[in-house]
């Protein structure tokens, strides 16, 4: 029992001096200079009012804070006053703020101040009509318009709250920044102002001299021109538009990256590139893409699709060219392709697969050493195609649907007619293997000939026509006198399982089961003020808790000065 009562004498003494460190005298405002002194209890019941004299302004001090005006109106029973004219509130050796009036409140730490208020911490100014100011939590607000200028930028905005540990300012409404080289638009956005770096939510846009950033989350430094965006991000760079999920810039470097369901648009060439990660150089004027990457170009009201490993597009506009690397494949609605590599120029019009090329047009089969595909500059049409060293063409025997129509060479040469194949010449050591039908679809025979070279005429991507040149040697076989071991010339190779019959075809497994990266900020919010401080190596400074500011205390040359005057004098 006398360990209890120890135990409860020790708690009430520790209650006691809790409660004698929070007495209230300890937030009373206290009067440094009263000047001239009045009351008028009519007007202003209960308030002691002072004035300025001479030699100097009213004075007040609060818990840190001094505060001068011309006229005060006190009420120190409800510890709260009403200052008047010329008002400058001093908090420590940074905060000060001016105004023509203010309402402050001892007992809670608000203050409201009004006409031509300017709030400054030595390295920026905020000025607005109306502000508050708590000092409980360090924090000024505004939300009738404001403008906040430092040594980088003018930043404006309807509603603004500053805290001033963060040493950040948080604008909401039709925010504007205005700087010699760019121009920033947002429906939010916090500055931080020692590092300048700004960090934007909602619909926002950074307009530069070279480029256009739309995003609604993003950040930006505006010391370097160096962002990104997280939120529906787009950047307008070097006539190029770039999207993705992320999407980062810097303007020094002029360099732009993309990470997830990126779009690279160019503007000029109606072409897109569509990947998971992108890098884009604006003096190298080149593309890099890779992860699912594809790039898109309308030829005739018809898309093509290209893809490779990874896509490079580089040059001036009007001289691009594309390369796609490793595992590439092309698909349009007549044509379709896949060899190593692929390097498209627009300058020439040529297109060339390189390494184990092989295309599908329509029904035929055709492969080679190498392929050239040539556009007309004008119309941007096929014109022509070549198929350099063991070219080789194969179709399937449509009516038999057993036999392979064939005929290979050294080197093939084709010719487009309104984009569709209608002239194939094969030259040195040619052979042909080709099915003859009559009228009744009855085969005739099958044609087995060699010469130096063969012409094909084409019709609905069937054989229509065949011409042998200089001394073809070869005989039309009844069916039953060819054997079927000798129906096939050397080196036939049916690849008809791995023809590109749509735009999705050109991904294999790996491409469709790509794991992408998780960004950051997407999905989950992220505490900007703790981002801050990683990216800027700025501390977050820890919170004063409430009700412990320092309490600055009169000193003797500080002690209230009062001048008593009689009412109406």
Known sequence: MKGIAIFTFCCIALSLQAQEEKKPEDRQINIVYGANFTKDEAQFPGASIFSKDDDRQVQFEHQGADLWCDIAIFYSGENRLKAIGNVRLQQGDSIEMNSGKINYD???????????????????????????????????????????????????SKIGTYFMELKKVQFQDSVHIDNPEYIIDSKQLDYYRLSKNAYMYGPSTIVGEEYTIYCERGFYDTKIEQGYGVKNTKINYSNRIIEGDSVYFDKASSFASATNNIVVTDTINNGVIRAHYAEVFKEKDSVFATKRAVAINLVQQDSLFIHGDTLMITGKPEERVLRAFRNAKFYKTDMSGKCDSIHSEEKTGLTKLITNPIIWNVE???????????????????????????????????????????????????????????????????????????????????????????????????????????????????????????????????RGDERIYSKEDIFD??????????????????????EESERSGIPIPKSIPAGQQPNKKATKTERPVVKKVESGK
Request: hydrophobic share 35%; net charge negative.
């Open 106 to 156: 001892g007992n809670t730490k608000l203050a409201k101040a009004w006409e031509n208020v300017d709030l400054t911490d030595g390295q920026m100014t905020l000025t607005t009509d109306t502000l508050y100011f708590n000092r409980e939590e360090q924090q000024s607000f505004y939300n009738s318009g404001g403008k906040v200028v430092d040594s980088a930028n003018i930043l404006t």
């Open 509 to 530: 497994e790996d491409d469709n089961n790509i794991e992408l990266v998780k960004i950051r900020g997407i999905d989950n919010p992220v505490d900007i003020d703790t």
């Open 364 to 494: 035929n089969q055709m492969t080679g050493d190498t392929i050239h595909l040539i556009s007309d500059l004008e119309t941007e049409k096929l014109d022509s195609l070549k198929v350099i060293e063991n070219a080789f063409i194969i179709s399937l025997d449509t009516i038999g649907k057993t036999g392979y129509n064939q005929a290979k060479g050294v080197n093939l040469y084709g010719k487009f007619i309104e984009n569709e194949l209608k002239i194939i010449d094969l030259v040195k050591n040619t052979e042909v293997i080709y099915y003859m039908y009559n009228d009744d679809n009855e085969l005739i025979g099958i044609d087995k000939t060699i010469c130096s070279k063969i012409r094909l005429v084409m019709e609905n991507s069937d054989i229509e026509d065949i011409t042998f040149f200089v001394n073809p040697d070869g005989n039309i076989f009844p069916e039953k006198d060819l054997p079927v071991e000798s129906r096939k010339l050397k080196g036939f190779i049916w």
